[in-house]
């Protein structure tokens, strides 16, 4: 199993440029998460989906968009990037139980400067 | 959502076990308490949840207060490779979905 895999890990984007930060799990989790680190801070919920077809906004979504067209894929897109919007973007997957709480699985993360 | 309080930073000698304490003093009857840590540079990674009873896998020891208002994660031998940022965070499903709301967490330190 390769689990949660970001794409890509690196990119540098100039203000106003465009960009979808890929995300896939193989481990047919339904649900999907986004979340974005700033230097020295916790993790913030930019987006999160329960489901193919399934969204919904988290903490921050503001500047974002998503989709959830199959169990799989989870991307992100960013229309109109800001410099506000460097930061390490981490992608997670889990899939709870009607008996109880199950751990996250997380990717190695997609860091992103806006210059 | 149900918040957690962590000492910023904490020390600890290698192969000497560790007590990492965490205070949720309005966890839910619903919320689990999970820990993960993040390694430098790199993403979270699950290492212990529990909902009441303490509970043991190969990484590491959660010990959940009897009021469930605190809980410890324990390593039993630090060793170098331990050093990352530990987070305590109560999770529960809901309509919405499972939470994980991260704060800032614990940087462990572990000196050779």
């Known amino acids: 199993n390769a689990g949660v895999t970001q794409t890509p890990k690196f990119r540098i984007l100039k203000i106003g440029q465009s960009m979808t930060l890929q995300c896939a799990q193989d481990?047919?989790?339904?649900?999907m998460y986004w979340y974005r680190q700033d230097p020295g801070m916790g993790l913030k919920l930019i987006y999160y989906s329960v489901g193919a077809g399934i969204t919904d906004k988290g903490e921050v979504p503001n500047g974002y968009n998503v989709s959830r067209s199959t169990t799989e894929d989870f991307p992100l897109r960013l229309e109109l990037a800001a410099p506000s919007q460097t930061s390490v973007y981490f992608c997670?997957?889990?899939?709870?139980?009607?008996?109880?709480?199950?751990?996250?699985?997380f990717g190695q993360g997609t860091r992103l400067t806006v210059v | 959502d149900a918040k957690t309080t962590q000492p910023n930073s904490m020390e600890s000698n290698e192969e000497e076990p560790v007590h990492l304490p965490c205070n949720h003093s309005t966890i839910s009857g619903t919320d689990y308490i999970h820990w993960y840590r993040q390694l430098p540079s790199q993403g979270p990674e699950y290492v212990i949840h529990?909902?009441?009873s303490n509970v043991n896998n190969r990484m590491a020891s959660l010990a959940i207060a009897e009021d469930r208002k605190s809980s410890t994660l324990i390593l039993h031998r630090a060793t170098l490779r331990d050093a990352a940022v530990y987070y305590c965070?109560?999770?529960?499903?809901?309509?919405?979905?499972?939470?994980?709301?991260f704060g800032p967490g614990t940087r462990l330190s572990v000196l050779p």
């Open positions: 965070i109560l999770s529960r499903i809901d309509n919405y979905g499972q939470n994980f709301v």
């Open positions: 997670a997957s889990s899939s709870p139980r009607v008996t109880g709480n199950t751990e996250a699985f």
């Open positions: 529990g909902l009441t």
């Open positions: 481990m047919n989790h339904n649900y």
